[in-house]
């Protein structure tokens, strides 16, 4: 699994949002490679092991900084997940295994999982955030 999929993470910067996303991803996959696309660089860097590298973004778009990172993966798979994002259990593996059965799709999607330790209002700005009513979803086949 570990040579198979890079995960990129877009972000600001460096926030307990984005730990709290790493120590989740690390409690699955001790040694996967993450690609960090930052706006800015601090001192928190120093905590992150050997297979996090770093890039900077000069640009503070999303997208941009998806493709950013894009560009410096050489696995078969690459997976996203916002900073602010909590990885299921097995999210990987089960996405690996949809992909590798059903050669005419190219990409597959997750829901949105909250941390059991947010707040009620950071749970109430999730439901607004992905809202249909505030974001547009596109539908698919």
């Given at each position: ?82 900073s602010d994002a909590y990885p299921n259990e097995n999210w990987l593996e089960y996405a690996i295994d949809f992909l590798e059965k059903n050669n005419e799709y ?36």
């Amino acid at each position: 699994m570990e040579n198979k999929v890079t995960i990129i993470i877009p972000s600001r910067n460096t926030d307990y949002l984005l730990e709290k996303c790493i120590k989740k991803i690390r409690e699955q996959y001790k040694n996967i490679k993450i690609i960090l696309v930052l706006d800015s660089i601090n001192n928190c860097l120093k905590q992150f092991d050997k297979n996090i590298e770093i890039i900077k973004s000069e640009n503070p778009n999303m997208s941009a900084k998806r493709n950013l990172g894009v560009k410096n993966v050489d696995t078969k798979y690459i997976a996203f997940i916002d900073s602010d994002a909590y990885p299921n259990e097995n999210w990987l593996e089960y996405a690996i295994d949809f992909l590798e059965k059903n050669n005419e799709y190219c990409a597959v999607t997750g829901s949105q999982y909250n941390p059991p330790t947010d707040s009620f209002e950071q749970l109430c700005l999730r439901i607004v955030r992905f809202s249909p009513l505030f974001t547009s979803q596109i539908k698919t086949l």
